[in-house]
């Protein structure tokens, strides 16, 4: 998860060492996604 953050579109925020994922978004973030970034 700690890759996923730095990827251009995730539905996160960070705060100097805090993250929050915005859960309700994340879903459909994996929806979209789905095979793209499966190089981890």
Do not use: D, S, T
């Amino acid at each position: 998860m700690l890759k996923l953050v730095h990827v251009p579109g995730f539905p996160a925020i960070i705060f100097k060492r805090k993250i929050i994922i915005n859960k309700n978004l994340l879903p459909q973030w994996f929806n979209e996604n789905c095979g793209k970034y499966g190089n981890y």
